[in-house]
């Protein structure tokens, strides 16, 4: 019975998830009041219903949905999710949901077409440990993503307005020095997450992890994204930074990340691998 309600809910979140997408989509383009009414309550529900489908899912396997990169992709989308409804109701800027959340479904998407019940894992997967440690990484991640996105955004506006043109963009988008808050707080929330994934993996990983290295190279890129995130906080307030220039570097640290662990991943052995 179990297997058949988690197998429900993976088919359903990615309908949820683009039905998000629409009702925001219908309050940017159409200014229509029923997105503009119901989709962060809409988006909350479809993250309730995310949250179930992840608990069950761990219930069902004896373990956190981390043993893939399928299964860490569904994490991906709720984190993204839940960083931009965080995000949303401390800044009260609903216009970009539908750029954040699409990513949030892509992400499911994919991850619900290839996800696979793994019966043969390491023990350590079973950990609940692992289980924060992995989620605090993808909230971090999701946090950087979505500064990138608003960083985008900025760029958008920024050349909209240098070319003179008020359209849509223009109309709905929040203001310059909004996008760039938005940008720099997506920033802090990423690095106070990134911060936990550390003091997790140096506290706990050597005692739970017999080949364990500091110098793995999934743990050097993770400092190193730290590090480059750090710097950038502590620029902007030291060097006074601001508009395009903390945008730019935001988007060009997020690139560089997802190329650093692409490599990692692929081309480099580690111990995060724990087949």
């Given at each position: 019975?179990?297997?058949?309600?988690?197998?429900?809910?993976?088919?359903?979140?990615?309908?949820l998830y683009l039905f998000t997408v629409f009702l925001y989509g219908l309050a940017f383009f159409l200014d229509e009041?029923?997105?503009?009414?119901?989709?962060?309550?809409?988006?909350?529900?479809?993250?309730?219903?995310?949250?179930?489908?992840?608990?069950?899912?761990?219930?069902?396997?004896?373990?956190?949905?981390?043993?893939?990169?399928?299964?860490?992709?569904?994490?991906?989308?709720?984190?993204?999710?839940?960083?931009?409804?965080?995000?949303?109701?401390?800044?009260?800027?609903?216009?970009?949901?539908?750029?954040?959340?699409?990513?949030?479904?892509?992400?499911?998407?994919?991850?619900?077409?290839?996800?696979?019940?793994?019966?043969?894992?390491?023990?350590?997967?079973?950990?609940?440990?692992?289980?924060?440690?992995?989620?605090?990484?993808?909230?971090?991640?999701?946090?950087?993503?979505?500064?990138?996105?608003?960083?985008?955004?900025?760029?958008?506006?920024?050349?909209?307005?240098?070319?003179?043109?008020?359209?849509?963009?223009?109309?709905?988008?929040?203001?310059?020095?909004?996008?760039?808050?938005?940008?720099?707080?997506?920033?802090?929330?990423?690095?106070?997450?990134?911060?936990?994934?550390?003091?997790?993996?140096?506290?706990?990983?050597?005692?739970?992890?017999?080949?364990?290295?500091?110098?793995?190279?999934?743990?050097?890129?993770?400092?190193?994204?730290?590090?480059?995130?750090?710097?950038?906080?502590?620029?902007?307030?030291?060097?006074?930074?601001?508009?395009?220039?903390?945008?730019?570097?935001?988007?060009?640290?997020?690139?560089?990340?997802?190329?650093?662990?692409?490599?990692?991943?692929?081309?480099?052995?580690?111990?995060?691998?724990?087949?």
């Amino acid at each position: 019975m179990l297997e058949y309600f988690v197998d429900l809910l993976k088919i359903s979140l990615p309908i949820l998830y683009l039905f998000t997408v629409f009702l925001y989509g219908l309050a940017f383009f159409l200014d229509e009041q029923f997105g503009i009414r119901n989709r962060t309550r809409f988006l909350v529900a479809t993250l309730a219903v995310h949250f179930v489908y992840l608990g069950t899912r761990t219930l069902l396997t004896g373990h956190p949905p981390v043993t893939s990169i399928f299964e860490i992709m569904t994490i991906v989308s709720f984190a993204i999710g839940a960083a931009y409804v965080y995000i949303e109701s401390r800044s009260n800027v609903k216009d970009t949901g539908m750029f954040i959340i699409s990513l949030a479904f892509l992400f499911e998407v994919v991850s619900a077409a290839f996800i696979k019940d793994d019966v043969h894992i390491n023990p350590v997967l079973k950990s609940s440990v692992l289980g924060v440690h992995v989620v605090s990484a993808m909230l971090g991640y999701s946090a950087l993503a979505i500064s990138a996105v608003y960083g985008g955004l900025y760029l958008m506006m920024y050349h909209e307005i240098r070319a003179s043109r008020f359209g849509i963009i223009y109309r709905k988008l929040p203001n310059l020095q909004t996008l760039e808050k938005l940008s720099y707080g997506s920033i802090q929330l990423g690095f106070i997450f990134l911060t936990i994934v550390m003091l997790i993996g140096y506290a706990w990983l050597p005692k739970a992890i017999e080949n364990f290295s500091y110098s793995d190279p999934k743990i050097v890129i993770t400092d190193f994204v730290w590090a480059i995130y750090l710097a950038t906080l502590l620029s902007k307030r030291a060097m006074r930074w601001t508009g395009r220039t903390v945008v730019i570097v935001s988007m060009l640290g997020f690139v560089l990340t997802v190329v650093s662990m692409v490599v990692v991943h692929v081309f480099l052995p580690s111990f995060h691998n724990f087949r």
